[in-house]
């Protein structure tokens, strides 16, 4: 997680605004003046929370059928693009050309027809479609 303060130099000195890692400030207290002790806690307090939370959402991630369905879908409709890049051409054109449209509807069809096979029902295919689109 990052955890970066900016440093503003003070007025007489002038110069430009510095970015400093907060741990790294802690640890080497050689600024022109100490960190107080409340900020110090503050930014760990800060930092702890954002882990905690960024844990919980991928923990959120993981247990989510959806989202693994989601990824795969995006994989295989990534995966010719993949191949071109591979092969050295420019895929972000193609991607972004009507060809390059034209085949990820096609792809997005045929992953269609193969979920109606494997028996989803509506309403699992609107949200498939729903994340697909977003």
Known sequence: MPADLYSYPAMAV???????NVFEAILNDDGHSSMPDQRKLDVLNQ???ACKELERKEFHQIINPFYWLNLIIKTILRTPFW???????????????????????????????????LGFTDSELKEIIRKIVS
């Open 47 to 49: 930092t702890i929370g």
């Open 14 to 20: 002038g110069g430009p605004v510095i970015s400093v």
């Open 83 to 117: 191949v071109l890049e591979t092969a050295g051409f420019k895929s972000e054109s193609f991607e972004k050309s009507l060809a390059g449209k034209i085949v990820r509807f096609i792809e997005i069809i045929g992953i269609l027809f193969l979920l109606v096979y």
